[in-house]
C-alpha cells in the first residue's frame, strides 16, 4: 500500500469515526465508556495520519 493511500484509508476511518461519535453523543442514553473509547480512536488516528505527514519517507 502507497503512502499516500494509506494515508487515504485512515482519512476515511477518521471521518468514520467521526460520524459514529456524533451519532453516539446525539442519543440522550449514549454510554460514556463507548464516547471516550470512539474519541481516543479518532484521537489515534489523527496521530498517525500527523506522523504519516510528517514524516513521509519513514513508512
Given at each position: ?25 446525539a442519543h440522550p442514553s449514549a454510554d460514556p465508556l ?26
Amino acid at each position: 500500500m502507497s503512502l499516500a493511500s494509506h494515508l487515504q484509508e485512515l482519512q476515511r476511518k477518521h471521518g468514520d469515526v467521526d460520524r459514529k461519535l456524533d451519532e453516539v453523543m446525539a442519543h440522550p442514553s449514549a454510554d460514556p465508556l463507548e464516547i471516550a473509547s470512539l474519541k481516543r480512536r479518532k484521537l489515534a488516528l489523527k496521530d498517525e495520519m500527523e506522523k504519516i505527514r510528517s514524516h513521509p519517507t519513514r513508512h
